[in-house]
């Protein structure tokens, strides 16, 4: 049987457009105050369809051959993958140890090693992790997509060759079914539970079975002439497909789904038809869009934690021609990575020993580094006094003090248990529902106040009119539990009252005007929640916007607070606790001011005994729940 193992430079020009693609929706670029390359994401689903269109070429020739086995096809899986990533991973670890403080370093180290076992999506799916700047404190969140990958490799291949032996005649037909069945799947998890679906293979295997199909369909019609007006045609409609869903695709709409099924069929679309020459065969195959899908695996391994480490290093500075810097700085890496390491170790002249060594000697070395930053909470490099404060932030997590972050609490008998008991022992419980700052109110609440039964109800990044967020489940439980509360608390972030400017770098994105439909979406929920029980609304504070590193630790102990970061402190949050006032008091709902009873400033509050206050742009070390805790305690309302 003829092999169909011929090198298509469009498969390259198609991994440069799902890179870039990704590159570009990280950095979050806009033109006219429009985000562009909204649908950018889309690239990784890209980049799963191409690896199973090529895994299943390569498995199947080589089984066609009779010359398949399980450990050459691995050894090229090492070749290919791991040299690069555990490059990437020993040059950067100096930096992040440098530029991070504890509590993120050891973070950071648990990303590192998590992703060395290829297992990343099951640590970002349990931290509910997401692409947004917030996400930029996670420099090898991308790995998940790889981990993905590899999974893939594992169960694939054997699936492949137990479906030849036996069902060889009946390969597409069961593709087919495997490709509907887990659409379905996927959609559905998509909806209801979209962050498992996101990073689990479950959501993706569909994906990569595209792609096999691709092939398996190639591979059958491989001497059967296609009318070259017809290729191109498809051709054009698969580009068109790619193309407008980059642009046009929200990140809001629910992913994987149906609704992906957009751009991936016009990837297997340009992958059967565009083996034929015409313009769009011409465009994928322009060299220097060659160039860049060859260094695609770099590119993707390095973007991301450069992208992260120069936020940080920019702390509250402005900086200009970020993204050109960035660029340069990534393709420049990725080049190097590439002809040094990557092209030199995937020769087959290249022996595997060789590689093995390579990659176990650095993977050791990450192993045990990282190992060390755990065990000792990420402290290093310690700076100063500073860090002692912010290198464990205290959540309380007692019997009858606790707080619920995940969206099923609703479902969860031993909760109902705990409550009932608690309620037997205490009587009726304060109830503060919010986002990571109703969190802060909890602890604050748990800590110092007189209350003995509290509950947080609490979701970072939450806000009402998000899917998949706590604020729903908490307005049945509520509606279900009234003769539970004694004290309902409502509170979230001031920031998500404000419109996100386009200072992509610059920690105070955030600024007015106010975002109407937010503010409008939150008012309707806090109306709902008030007409099941009163509540008391807790008012934003000022937010510092400092991030906090090396580089922000010593201008606060040199005093350099107004140079460098003052400008950052959002002070637009007053206008929005005026607006909130107002508006809350006209629905006879009651508001307490944040800002009023902590009279935030700066050089006063930001350091005080010696600690921090926050530990990061705009949450609370424990000696911020302390100082400010005891100012918001004392207003007569919630000293209850």
Not at 62 to 76: A, E, I, M, P, W
Not at 135 to 158: K, N
Not at 277 to 306: E, K
Not at 346 to 359: D, G
Request: charged share 20%.
């Amino acid at each position: 049987m003829k092999k169909l193992n011929y090198y298509k430079p469009q498969i390259d020009g198609l991994r440069a457009l799902a890179v870039l693609s990704v590159i570009f929706y990280h950095l979050d670029l806009e033109l006219f105050g429009t985000k562009i390359f909204e649908g950018g994401f889309i690239g990784v689903d890209i980049f799963f369809v191409i690896s199973g269109y090529l895994i299943t070429r390569i498995i199947s020739n080589d089984l066609d051959q009779g010359k398949f086995k399980f450990s050459t096809f691995y050894k090229r899986r090492v070749r290919r993958i791991l040299p690069a990533l555990v490059l990437v991973k020993i040059i950067t670890i100096p930096f992040f140890i440098y530029f991070y403080l504890p509590l993120e370093l050891k973070n950071i180290s648990l990303q590192i090693l998590y992703s060395l076992g290829f297992l990343s999506n099951f640590y970002f799916w349990k931290l509910e992790k997401d692409y947004s700047l917030e996400g930029l404190d996670s420099p090898f969140l991308h790995t998940w997509s790889l981990s993905v990958e590899e999974q893939f490799y594992i169960i694939f291949p054997l699936t492949l060759v137990l479906l030849k032996r036996k069902f060889a005649a009946y390969l597409i037909p069961i593709f087919i079914i495997l490709i509907i069945g887990n659409l379905f799947v996927s959609n559905f998890l998509s909806k209801h539970f979209p962050t498992f679906s996101f990073y689990m293979i479950i959501g993706r295997l569909w994906e990569f079975f595209l792609g096999s199909i691709t092939f398996l369909v190639e591979k059958k019609n491989y001497n059967k002439k296609i009318d070259t007006s017809l290729s191109l045609f498809f051709s054009i409609i698969g580009l068109l497909l790619i193309l407008s869903s980059l642009f046009f695709f929200k990140q809001s709409w629910s992913h994987p789904s149906l609704v992906t099924l957009l751009p991936l069929m016009g990837t297997i679309l340009v992958l059967y038809f565009c083996d034929k020459r015409n313009f769009i065969s011409s465009f994928l195959s322009f060299r220097p869009l060659v160039g860049i899908g060859l260094l695609s695996y770099s590119l993707y391994l390095w973007h991301f934690p450069i992208l992260s480490l120069m936020n940080l290093a920019s702390t509250n500075k402005i900086i200009n021609f970020f993204e050109v810097k960035f660029l340069l700085i990534t393709f420049f890496m990725s080049t190097v990575s590439y002809f040094i390491v990557e092209k030199k170790l995937r020769k087959k002249s290249t022996k595997f020993r060789n590689v093995f060594f390579f990659v176990t000697g650095i993977s050791i070395l990450i192993l045990v580094t990282n190992f060390i930053i755990v065990k000792n909470n990420g402290i290093i490099l310690k700076k100063n006094e500073l860090l002692d404060n912010i290198k464990k932030v205290t959540t309380v997590d007692e019997k009858c003090k606790f707080n619920k972050s995940v969206n099923n609490f609703i479902n969860d008998l031993k909760f109902y248990e705990q409550i009932s008991y608690c309620k037997s022992k205490y009587g009726k419980a304060v109830l503060i529902v919010g986002d990571s700052h109703g969190r802060d109110m909890f602890n604050i609440f748990a800590k110092f106040s007189n209350q003995q039964f509290i509950i947080g109800l609490n979701q970072g990044g939450c806000r009402p009119g998000l899917k998949d967020c706590i604020y729903q489940n908490a307005l049945k439980f509520i509606k279900n539990n009234k003769n539970l509360i004694q004290k309902l608390i409502f509170t979230h972030r001031g920031a998500f009252f404000l419109t996100e400017k386009s200072e992509k770098h610059n920690n105070s994105k955030w600024r007015l005007p106010v975002d109407e439909a937010q503010f409008n979406k939150t008012i309707n929920y806090v109306e709902k929640l008030n007409k099941i029980y009163p509540l008391i609304f807790l008012g934003p504070h000022i937010e510092p916007g400092i991030v906090l590193n090396s580089i922000a630790i010593d201008d606060l102990v040199n005093k350099k607070l107004e140079k460098e970061y003052s400008h950052n402190i959002n002070f637009d949050m007053e206008e929005v606790d005026k607006i909130l006032e107002d508006k809350l008091k006209s629905l006879n709902i009651e508001y307490i001011s944040k800002i009023k009873l902590i009279d935030f400033n700066f050089y006063n509050d930001f350091v005080v005994d010696g600690k921090l206050t926050f530990y990061d742009t705009d949450h609370f070390t424990d000696k911020g729940h302390e100082y400010f805790g005891k100012k918001i305690l004392k207003h007569e309302k919630l000293n209850f």
